[in-house]
C-alpha cells in the first residue's frame, strides 16, 4: 500500500482537475503516479509541463530506452513497471531492447550511447568523463541533444525518487528491480 495517499480524482485541489482531465483524455486512464503528483497542483503543473515539452525532445524509444536504465539503476518497481509497458506498447520495444536498456545497453548503436550516458550521469550524479561525453558526440547526438537527454533522465530522477519514497501502488503489470535484467 502506498505510503502517500493517492487521491482520487475528486479529492485532488481543483487546480489540479484539469490537469488530471487532459492526463485521462490522452491516455484513457490516470495512472496513480499522476493522481499521486495531483497532491501539489505545483508539482503536476510542472511535471506535465515538463513532460510535454521533453514529449519533443529526442524520439520516443530513446525517451523510453533511458526511462528503462534510469528506473532499473534507481530501482523504482513502480518506473520499470510503466515503462516497461509503455516501452513494449507505445514505443513499440521488443522484450529483449527492454533487457538491454534495464542493463544500461540497447541494440541500437546510436541508442545504447544515449542509455549507457543516461545510467552513468544518475549512477556517478553527474560528474561524467570527457570520453563519455565524447562517446555521446561520436555517435551523433548535438549538444542540445545531450542537455535533452540530461533533461529525460532527470525527470525520470524525479519520479522515480517519488515512487520509491511513496511506495506507490503499481497500476501496470508489475516488473521489479530486484529481478535484475
Do not use: W
Not at 50 to 77: F, H, M, P, S, Y
Not at 136 to 148: K, L, M, N, T, Y
Not at 165 to 170: C, E, F, G, W
Request: aromatic share 4%; hydrophobic share 45%.
Amino acid at each position: 500500500m502506498s505510503r502517500l495517499t493517492i487521491p482520487a480524482r475528486d479529492d485532488v485541489p481543483e487546480a489540479s482537475k484539469p490537469i488530471l482531465d487532459a492526463v485521462h483524455k490522452q491516455l484513457g486512464v490516470v495512472p496513480n503516479m499522476f493522481r499521486l503528483i495531483a497532491a501539489s497542483p505545483a508539482a503536476l503543473q510542472g511535471f506535465t509541463g515538463n513532460n510535454g515539452a521533453l514529449a519533443r525532445a529526442l524520439d520516443v524509444k530513446t525517451r523510453e530506452r533511458i526511462a528503462l536504465a534510469v528506473a532499473q539503476v534507481n530501482r523504482c518497481d513502480y518506473c520499470l513497471s510503466a515503462h516497461s509497458y509503455l516501452g513494449l506498447n507505445l514505443a513499440k520495444i521488443t522484450p529483449d531492447e527492454i533487457t538491454l536498456n534495464r542493463r544500461g545497453q540497447s541494440g541500437d548503436a546510436k541508442a545504447d550511447a544515449a542509455v549507457r550516458f543516461a545510467a552513468k550521469v544518475v549512477r556517478d550524479r553527474g560528474h561524467v568523463s570527457d570520453g563519455d561525453i565524447k562517446a555521446v558526440r561520436d555517435a551523433g547526438f548535438s549538444d542540445g541533444q545531450i542537455v535533452e537527454i540530461i533533461a529525460v533522465t532527470a525527470e525520470n530522477i524525479f519520479t522515480n525518487l517519488l515512487n520509491v519514497v511513496a511506495q506507490t501502488d503499481i497500476d501496470f503489470p508489475v516488473v521489479h528491480a530486484a529481478e535484475a535484467a
